[in-house]
């Protein structure tokens, strides 16, 4: 099936993944099987049973900050957001933050949330 159509989705801004040599290093070299969801996408992307200080989700690029006690406290990892805001970010355009969205991979099947 040819899905050009859905490349240039009018929401997601376009990205030219030739300008952004590092990332492709960091997330595909670099890939962690995770056992826990990310507090922020739902996807079962955080290893160690979510007891991964500083590590980033690579779907929606939320860093686990295990300091945080609420959904509406504001993150120093993450910008100051509040897990709330990035949960509301990544629905309308698929990262936390929108400058974050370069880096961001699709979810693999696997990390689908079971319900
Ligand atoms: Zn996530």
């Not at 050009?4 to 009018?10: C, G, H, L, M």
């Not at 290093?25 to 995770?34: Q, R």
Request: proline letters at 8%.
């Amino acid at each position: 099936m040819k899905n050009e159509e859905n490349k240039t989705n009018k929401y997601v801004p376009k990205i030219n993944y030739d300008e952004t040599p590092n990332c492709e290093h960091d997330i595909e070299s670099d890939i962690v099987v995770g056992n826990s969801p990310c507090p922020c996408c739902e996807f079962i992307t955080i290893p160690n049973n979510g007891d991964a200080l500083a590590y980033i989700c690579p779907v929606c690029f939320w860093e686990i900050d295990l300091f945080i006690q609420s959904n509406v406290e504001a993150s120093d990892q993450n910008h100051g957001l509040t897990l709330t805001e990035a949960r509301k970010n990544y629905q309308s355009f698929g990262a936390v933050l929108p400058m974050l969205k370069k880096s961001c991979r699709q979810p693999k099947e696997y990390e689908y949330p079971t319900k």
